[in-house]
């Protein structure tokens, strides 16, 4: 048995859920590292008596847009402190939100200003995806591999959005960097033909109402692109993560990608478990407070996105929170006159993405403890290079643990949230089972529903090879067109 005093906190009596197992036991924290997870530990220099408690791994929200101009040109109504804050009071002790290049802009400034900017703020630790618009030759050769080796090992691409989109070739451009580099491409699949041609259309017959949002956003649309970015790292033979996933179609276009053996990975996210597109079509403008792309669909998709995280085919859950207020600001931009394509895209989630999942998964009986542990932060972890640092609990991760009182109810309201988006689409819902005490690093983050931690006491993680790359490169991408014609280039 440790002797009294030996480690910094103890979080005993407890019932520990990891991905694998669910057990009863005591952890033990030294340094900001769990150091013991054993029976009958002696009380640390601070205690915590977890019993009637779950002890979870603090969650990893790996798809989230802070202090980031987006797609449409909107700054999000977060920071980096109010994001982190917001995060944590949720469950969730790490983030991976996005430095975001926008055409011109010089990827090392881009990503220099994100640094700095969280560094100052961030309460929980950090990491960043890039969102990359800009493929020069400059970024393939020299920007991307450098990036790479700071520990910013994924990038998001874009396959709509005007201002952001890459076409093909430039897809396989970043497939091919991604590859050889040794790093993960994320893709927001949707054919931005199709959704401008359709909007087109509509706004001619003065169909504006935020509900013609999801009628633009076909589901065609988003399985066609699943699709096509599925075919072009089939070409290249790499891993491709699909984000946000929220239609029937995309998800079968998926599994039957993973049938073929093909390394592709998806996400999905609480607006396509928890809301449908007749959220849109809520009384005048109200509708535009669900307005994401791409947008919630109807009730077999809801169903198709709950198998997916069940069954595997989708690995994470994560709540792609984009942050903009109901007001000039985000969502209004033209008050009462704003049509759906003027509204900025995207909605909050960061704090209750892991409570929703908790209470209608977990504790509906939907969704084991130890599959809810993997889609909120161990799959995060392994697959965005992590892993074993973040995502469990295990002697030598680090001590980022929250902790669940499965019994407490709390009904949801935008004035208990710690964003600034000032509105929540879910309003009204009750839930069951909320994280009380959060620790980051061993330190109490939050308790009895204060902030316990400074503005800039979250670090940045330096990320390091994704795991679904690591077995790509053990697999030898034999199918790879590159290996097959290129080979002196490989
Ligand atoms: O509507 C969304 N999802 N907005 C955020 C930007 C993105 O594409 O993820
Ligand atoms: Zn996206
Ligand atoms: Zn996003």
Request: proline share 5%.
């Amino acid at each position: 048995m440790a002797a009294s005093g030996e480690f910094d906190l103890t979080i005993r009596n407890g019932r520990i859920s990891t991905a694998s197992d669910t057990f009863h036991a005591d952890i033990g924290i030294r340094n900001g590292v769990i150091a013991a997870v054993a029976q009958n530990l002696a009380p640390g220099r601070e205690d915590i008596d977890a019993s009637g408690r779950w002890v979870l791994p603090g969650g990893i929200d790996s798809h989230c847009h802070v202090e980031q101009l987006s797609g449409m040109g909107v700054m999000c109504a977060d920071d980096f402190y109010s994001a982190t804050v917001s995060a944590a009071f949720g469950g969730t002790t790490t983030i991976i939100p996005f430095a975001a290049q926008h055409r011109g802009n010089a990827i090392p400034e881009v990503v220099a200003d994100y640094h700095r900017r969280a560094a100052e703020k961030a309460v929980i630790d950090y990491g960043f995806h890039l969102i990359l618009s800009d493929p020069t030759e400059q970024a393939l050769r020299h920007d991307l591999p450098q990036l790479i080796r700071d520990g910013v090992s994924s990038f998001k691409v874009y396959m709509t959005y005007d201002r952001l989109k890459l076409d093909d070739y430039q897809l396989l451009d970043v497939l091919e960097v991604a590859d050889r580099e040794g790093a993960l491409v994320m893709v927001h699949a949707e054919n931005n033909d199709m959704i401008r041609w359709i909007a087109r259309r509509l706004v001619e017959r003065g169909m504006t109402a935020p509900k013609y949002h999801a009628v633009a956003h076909d589901p065609i649309a988003e399985s066609e692109a699943t699709h096509r970015a599925v075919a072009l790292a089939r070409l290249m033979d790499v891993p491709l993560l699909i984000v946000h996933v929220a239609g029937l179609e995309a998800v079968r276009v998926i599994h039957s990608s993973q049938s073929l053996g093909l390394p592709i990975l998806a996400e999905s996210c609480p607006q396509y478990l928890f809301l449908t597109q007749d959220d849109l079509d809520r009384d005048g403008l109200e509708g535009a407070k669900y307005c994401c792309s791409p947008p919630p669909r109807d009730a077999a998709s809801q169903q198709a996105v709950w198998d997916g995280l069940l069954d595997g085919t989708l690995q994470m859950y994560s709540s792609d929170h984009a942050p903009y207020r109901f007001d000039a600001s985000g969502k209004l931009p033209k008050g009462d006159q704003t049509t759906f394509k003027d509204m900025a895209n995207g909605v909050p989630g960061l704090e209750l993405r892991m409570p929703l999942l908790f209470s209608e998964g977990v504790l509906t009986g939907r969704m084991t403890i130890e599959r809810f542990v993997a889609v909120t932060s161990t799959n995060h972890a392994r697959t965005y290079g992590l892993h074993p640092r973040k995502g469990t609990i295990a002697v030598g991760a680090d001590a980022d643990v929250a902790i669940w009182n499965p019994e407490r109810e709390v009904r949801i309201s935008a004035g208990m949230l710690h964003d600034q988006v000032g509105y929540t689409p879910y309003e009204g819902r009750t839930v069951r089972g909320w994280p009380e005490i959060v620790t980051s690093r061993g330190r109490v983050v939050v308790r009895d529903g204060d902030l316990r931690v400074e503005r800039g006491s979250g670090q940045f993680l330096k990320r390091g090879t994704p795991e679904p790359v690591l077995r790509q490169r053990l697999n030898g991408n034999p199918n790879s067109i590159m290996r097959k014609f290129f080979s002196q280039d490989a």
